[in-house]
């Protein structure tokens, strides 16, 4: 959508320029009305302002810049009452960067009841709908065909040789269920498209388009910000036991995937290369996909989330590059993200000012030879920004 632009430094040549800026406004009006009437989208906030001011004043204020269809779109968290004010801070920051502008909902969910102060506090937060909701025993829990005993001692293995999160049960309750769950969850029904957030994350640089309707106009299915290498301890049986699915499931397999962005060898081996799921957009389309399912049940009846450390981040990856269209997984080069300890922060000075970063571009983790996105860009031939060569760190 055009943007519509009137600096406020710039006032008082409008001033001048009165009648010009009620012609401007009233097609400007004009335009918005229409696409209210195309689309299935609330009533924006401020509609009605519009026509009860008069003056260039509200040109700051009031301009319902960011309107139009939106897209059946929700953020989506999991978290823990005990997180509350760490999850706070992302909400404030997401609605702040983005989500002001376009009201989209917030799903949570937990494997507890969320308390009063949970749903007051995030529902103060943020500006579209909140919802809660409990996640179903069978979905954080072992299956029976785990061998609860065999778990245990892995858990302690792994703690002993101090593998991240390795001693933890909860931490694969969450991997699993972020895996094959969250999707299945009866309060994200309503939604096609998904942004997950998590404790402590922050954009760096506003978003002034919808993201969603980004993704749906450009034909995306998943997009990232950070991609990274996995630390192998995690996983050692995932590749074979991916292998395996794929002779089981040739055709479910996408002809286009992008496959060469896990694998060196032409699916011999997994180089590690996953998109970090702490930040997703995607289309919950893949996930309900009939290859997805079937992926997800062959690796749960194998028992990797729970014997060794599998997470849902190299599941997801390695889902994403075998059942989609290669050309249909993104990454946003100018969503400014943090998760410790990683910054994504746009290196192109332009980027950075027009988008009101606040991020230092030579922490960037993009184009850091530990990062998989240089990989990512050699392999779809996009262009790399102007010198990502002297941030390979
Ligand atoms: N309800 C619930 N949420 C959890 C639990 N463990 C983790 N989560 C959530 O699952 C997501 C991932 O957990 P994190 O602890 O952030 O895992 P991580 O990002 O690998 O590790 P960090 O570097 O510690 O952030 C976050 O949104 C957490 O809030 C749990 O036991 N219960
Ligand atoms: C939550 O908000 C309700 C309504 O404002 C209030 O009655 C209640 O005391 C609050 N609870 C907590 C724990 O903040
Ligand atoms: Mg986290």
Same mark, same amino acid.
């Given at each position: 959508?055009?943007?519509?632009?009137?600096? $406020?430094?710039?006032?008082?040549?409008?001033?001048?320029?009165?009648?010009?800026?009620? $012609?401007?406004?009233?097609?400007?009006?004009?335009?918005?009305?229409?696409?209210?009437?195309?689309?299935?989208?609330?009533?924006?906030?401020?509609?009605?302002?519009?026509?009860?001011? @008069?003056?260039?004043?509200?040109?700051?204020?009031?301009?319902?810049?960011?309107?139009?269809?939106?897209?059946?779109?929700?953020?989506?968290?999991?978290?823990?009452?005990?997180?509350?004010?760490?999850?706070? /801070?992302?909400?404030?920051?997401?609605?702040?960067?983005?989500?002001?502008?376009?009201?989209?909902?917030?799903?949570?969910?937990?494997?507890?009841?969320?308390?009063?102060?949970?749903?007051?506090?995030?529902?103060?937060?943020?500006?579209?709908?909140?919802?809660?909701?409990?996640?179903?025993?069978? =979905?954080?829990?072992?299956?029976?065909?785990?061998?609860?005993?065999?778990?245990?001692?892995?858990?302690?293995?792994?703690?002993?040789?101090?593998?991240?999160?390795?001693?933890?049960?909860?931490?694969? =309750?969450?991997?699993?269920?972020?895996?094959?769950?969250?999707?299945?969850?009866?309060?994200?029904?309503?939604?096609?498209?998904?942004?997950?957030? /998590?404790?402590?994350?922050?954009? =760096?640089?506003?978003?002034?388009?919808?993201?969603?309707?980004?993704?749906?106009?450009?034909?995306?299915?998943?997009?990232?910000?950070?991609?990274?290498?996995?630390?192998?301890?995690?996983?050692?049986?995932?590749?074979?036991?991916?292998?395996?699915?794929?002779?089981? =499931?040739?055709?479910?397999?996408?002809?286009?995937?992008?496959?060469?962005?896990?694998?060196?060898?032409?699916?011999?081996?997994?180089?590690?290369?996953?998109?970090?799921?702490?930040?997703?957009?995607?289309?919950?389309?893949?996930?309900?996909?009939?290859?997805?399912?079937?992926?997800?049940?062959?690796?749960?009846?194998?028992?990797?989330?729970?014997?060794?450390?599998?997470?849902?981040?190299?599941?997801?990856?390695?889902?994403? $590059?075998?059942?989609?269209?290669?050309? /249909?997984?993104?990454?946003?080069?100018?969503?400014?993200?943090?998760?410790?300890?990683?910054?994504?922060?746009?290196?192109?000075? @332009?980027?950075?000012?027009?988008?009101?970063?606040?991020?230092?571009?030579?922490?960037?983790?993009?184009?850091?030879?530990?990062?998989?996105?240089?990989?990512?860009?050699?392999?779809?031939?996009?262009?790399?920004?102007?010198?990502?060569?002297?941030?390979?760190?």
């Amino acid at each position: 959508m055009a943007k519509i632009m009137i600096p $406020a430094s710039k006032q008082p040549v409008y001033k001048k320029l009165g009648l010009l800026l009620v $012609a401007v406004f009233t097609v400007y009006v004009f335009f918005h009305g229409a696409q209210y009437a195309r689309g299935s989208a609330p009533t924006p906030k401020y509609s009605t302002v519009l026509s009860s001011h @008069s003056g260039y004043k509200y040109s700051k204020v009031e301009l319902p810049k960011y309107s139009g269809p939106r897209e059946k779109a929700t953020f989506v968290t999991l978290v823990r009452n005990r997180d509350l004010y760490s999850l706070a /801070e992302s909400i404030k920051s997401v609605e702040d960067r983005f989500n002001s502008k376009f009201n989209y909902d917030w799903v949570f969910l937990n494997d507890e009841e969320f308390t009063d102060e949970f749903k007051n506090v995030t529902s103060a937060l943020v500006s579209g709908k909140t919802k809660y909701g409990l996640i179903p025993q069978e =979905h954080w829990s072992f299956p029976d065909w785990i061998d609860e005993e065999k778990a245990a001692q892995v858990r302690k293995e792994m703690g002993e040789k101090r593998i991240i999160y390795g001693d933890s049960e909860s931490y694969r =309750h969450m991997c699993r269920f972020e895996s094959g769950f969250f999707y299945k969850h009866p309060l994200m029904d309503d939604y096609d498209w998904y942004w997950r957030v /998590e404790p402590d994350i922050k954009l =760096h640089c506003d978003i002034d388009y919808d993201v969603f309707r980004f993704m749906k106009d450009n034909k995306k299915k998943y997009a990232f910000a950070i991609s990274i290498k996995e630390y192998e301890a995690t996983i050692p049986t995932l590749w074979a036991t991916t292998r395996k699915f794929m002779e089981l =499931h040739r055709d479910l397999i996408h002809e286009n995937n992008m496959l060469d962005f896990v694998s060196d060898d032409n699916g011999l081996s997994y180089n590690l290369c996953h998109f970090w799921s702490n930040f997703e957009i995607a289309s919950l389309d893949l996930w309900r996909s009939p290859g997805y399912s079937a992926y997800f049940n062959y690796l749960d009846q194998a028992g990797g989330f729970f014997y060794e450390r599998w997470g849902d981040a190299p599941v997801h990856s390695i889902g994403a $590059a075998l059942f989609l269209d290669r050309s /249909e997984i993104h990454h946003f080069g100018d969503i400014g993200y943090y998760h410790v300890p990683f910054h994504s922060c746009p290196i192109d000075t @332009s980027i950075r000012l027009a988008n009101k970063c606040d991020c230092d571009p030579s922490k960037d983790f993009t184009w850091h030879s530990y990062s998989c996105t240089t990989k990512f860009y050699n392999l779809n031939m996009l262009q790399k920004p102007a010198g990502w060569q002297n941030h390979i760190g």
